[in-house]
């Protein structure tokens, strides 16, 4: 069944507002049009007017399903680490390199270490310490007891990170780059390879079941 999406309609603030008229406004993070927060059913979502941009999308047992994925997420990311990313054949010499072996693989070249470690923490640090994150966040209300210690700070940091969590990047990059050198070598993926290409997968199913405005009440209470 097709979730029904159901607008708000526009609230701009008023001079004056008080601390609850403010807390029950909701801005669209993509273009800043300002609304009056209802809470929509489970399955339904509330979308911006102006841009269409998903403001509350709530669903039945959404905390569990993250937690489930965020859980999939540092698996991954650690075997990855660990487990052969790819292995190159040509001219009858074969080579192996897991992902922490490509991003620090410049760890000693003066200032291009900084690169490897930056490298290394997009794709590898900052993916898993994002999902050990929502973690924390989402346990306890799952559990329905009250929210961890900073939470919200937490939860924050979090959001804050998103954009600079790459795992996902790195692998559709090595896989654009792996076509362009197939007629040069022989190519064979590892396991770490399938790994970061279901990481993908599992990313996109994790920003689809957040309804960060849901979260966020959650810790308020």
Request: aromatic share 6%; charged share 15%.
């Amino acid at each position: 069944m097709t979730p029904t999406q159901t607008s708000h309609a526009p609230a701009p603030p008023r001079p004056g507002l008080s601390a609850a008229q403010l807390a029950g406004l909701i801005a669209c993070p993509r273009c800043d049009a300002v609304y009056r927060a209802v809470q929509p059913a489970p399955g339904e979502r509330a979308v911006c007017m102006r841009c269409d941009a998903v403001l509350i999308a709530p669903r039945r047992r959404a905390g569990e399903q993250i937690i489930a994925v965020a859980l999939a997420v540092v698996v991954l990311v650690v075997a990855a680490t660990l487990a052969p990313f790819l292995a190159i054949e040509a001219g009858g010499r074969a080579h192996a390199s897991s992902v922490l072996d490509a991003a620090l693989a410049f760890a000693s070249a003066g200032p291009a270490a900084i690169l490897a470690l930056a490298v290394a923490a997009l794709i590898v640090f900052i993916p898993v310490l994002r999902a050990l994150l929502v973690i924390y966040v989402l346990a306890p209300i799952v559990a329905n007891r009250p929210p961890a210690p900073r939470a919200a700070a937490a939860f924050r940091l979090s959001e804050a990170l998103r954009p600079w969590s790459m795992a996902e990047i790195f692998a559709i990059g090595c896989a654009v780059a792996l076509v362009k050198i197939a007629d040069l070598a022989q190519v064979h993926f590892g396991p770490a390879f399938w790994m970061f290409a279901a990481l993908v997968v599992l990313v996109v199913i994790q920003d689809g079941f957040m309804c960060r405005y849901s979260v966020w009440k959650s810790l308020e209470r």
